[in-house]
């Protein structure tokens, strides 16, 4: 992709996500993720009036005199997009592929923060964090962060999200509101444990990106089906009705053992298709969780 080309792109992508965070996404985000409520400012001594509770006991004992903590309410978010961009997610039956929808909507995510003042970076990853942008507030940040999904090059084909989830256990040490972009094409056994150690830090929200044809199978006859991360090819006859069916019942037992994954770890999240609109469900995920959080 030459400059001129990724210029274009970026600001394609800037003008339609900035319409729909301004338009409906923006404010369900400022909703839901509103800050992680107090932080700690100082100890000063006790007034009359003050709340029993708020008593600093050890500093209290030290001087002889009551001392209360005061708090402030921590507005500012730290928000990170750990996006999967392994070999499975260049595959798209539309006009776009997972991997360019990904970009969009960590562009919304982005475009949102800064709307509301909060810092965000981003983790690209496959088996590993092959790029890491510290979080940063701005706009001009935002649109680097779309720049660096755009341009990136994979060093791997496969996944490992549990990789990344221990690398956003170890990168951030204050608590995040971490998105994870991904088809979760990979084995639940070996991520769920790194996702449940994440998730009991950082408020992580899955965003699973899939496609329709990984769903429902055209009758196109004798057909090829390659996996994209190991290279091994099966050779079907989609033409029949009953070799289409076992497929997309094993697709099908995929997704629902994911989400039984989710239910256990009590983990929001939410599926967009590559091939329709991926507002439409992000606003109804930030409107039934903000529901669920009043």
């Known amino acids: 992709m030459n400059a001129r080309e990724l210029i274009r792109r970026i600001r394609r992508i800037e003008i339609t996500t900035r319409r729909a965070v301004e338009d409906?996404?923006?404010g369900q985000y400022h909703s839901v993720f509103k800050g992680r409520g107090m932080d700690f400012s100082e100890v000063r001594p006790y007034a009359p009036g003050d709340e029993v509770r708020t008593i600093d006991w050890n500093v209290s004992a030290r001087t002889g005199h009551l001392h209360v903590k005061r708090f402030v309410e921590e507005r500012e978010l730290t928000v990170m997009v750990l996006c999967d961009l392994?070999?499975?997610s260049d595959f798209g039956s539309g006009a776009r592929t997972k991997a360019e929808v990904a970009a969009e909507i960590a562009a919304l995510i982005a475009f949102s923060a800064v709307q509301n003042g909060d810092r965000v970076g981003l983790a690209l990853f496959t088996d590993e964090v092959e790029r890491f942008v510290p979080p940063r507030k701005g706009r001009r940040h935002a649109l680097r962060l779309v720049s660096e999904i755009l341009q990136f090059r994979a060093r791997s084909r496969r996944t490992d999200l549990g990789s990344a989830l221990e690398h956003l256990r170890r990168a951030m040490r204050r608590r995040t509101v971490a998105f994870v972009l991904s088809d979760f094409l990979d084995d639940e056994a070996r991520f769920e444990r790194p996702l449940r150690v994440a998730a009991a830090k950082h408020?992580?929200?899955?965003i699973r990106i899939e496609d329709r044809l990984e769903r429902t199978l055209p009758s196109s006859g004798l057909t090829l089906l390659e996996d994209p991360e190991t290279g091994r090819a099966l050779r079907v006859d989609l033409s029949d009705r009953k070799v289409r069916a076992r497929l997309e019942a094993a697709g099908a037992?995929?997704?629902?053992?994911?989400?039984?994954?989710?239910?256990?770890l009590e983990l929001d999240h939410v599926t967009v298709r590559a091939d329709e609109d991926y507002v439409k469900p992000l606003l109804a995920f930030f409107q039934a969780r903000a529901r669920r959080i009043r």
């Open 86 to 88: 392994s070999a499975s």
């Open 253 to 264: 037992a995929e997704a629902a053992r994911l989400a039984r994954v989710f239910s256990r």
């Open 203 to 206: 408020d992580v929200v899955p």
């Open 24 to 26: 409906s996404l923006g």
